[in-house]
């Protein structure tokens, strides 16, 4: 179980330290889009809407590594206060009981939505816009599934915590 568990928290940790350049590369894009306008009174459609695509992939791509370092929301009444079987059973059940079906759901509902875009190859609406909407729309699919990916090494490692402390 560690060993399959551990293999997903490398996968999840090497996207989510891939996606955080493009953090950079938002404030950089965004730099250039304010010299590029003010200074030399330029625009460009599909360089504004880099940022908007870049936000997203860190917000979609990332939420998988803020769930394997529990830095996602939590209303924590009383999570820090239990044992560590304590937590591990509210781990494991958080994630089969929300995070699987939750991000089934999404991955459901967005499947027809993402096909729907990439049978026109969907483009920005706008002209000059960027041509590339149906690849930004299939990362809501990639997101459901590196979320269940780190769920499933959450409820590994938990499972691992709950069956070592009933051994003693």
Same mark, same amino acid.
């Given at each position: 179980m560690h060993k399959t568990a551990q293999?997903?928290?490398n996968f999840i940790d090497w996207t989510g330290r891939v996606v955080s350049w493009l953090t950079l590369g938002m404030v950089l894009v965004t730099f250039i889009v304010v010299c590029l306008r003010y200074i030399f009174d330029l625009g460009s459609i599909a360089v504004q809407e880099?940022? %908007?695509y870049m936000h997203a992939l860190v917000f979609l791509i990332g939420a998988a590594y803020t769930l394997k370092y529990d830095e996602h929301v939590r209303v924590d009444i009383f999570y820090a206060k239990l044992s560590h079987k304590g937590r591990a059973w509210v781990d494991f059940l958080g994630s089969s009981l929300i995070l699987f079906p939750v991000m089934i759901f999404i991955?459901?509902?967005s499947w027809e939505y993402v096909?729907?875009?990439w049978s026109v190859m969907?483009? %920005?609406?706008e002209t000059g816009g960027l041509p590339g909407i149906f690849l930004l729309k299939s990362s809501m699919l990639l997101m459901a599934s590196l979320l269940i990916m780190q769920g499933m090494a959450?409820?590994?490692l938990s499972l691992a915590t709950i069956l070592e402390s009933d051994s003693y």
């Open positions: 293999g997903i928290n880099s940022i %908007s991955f459901w509902i096909l729907d875009s969907e483009g %920005s609406r959450k409820v590994l």
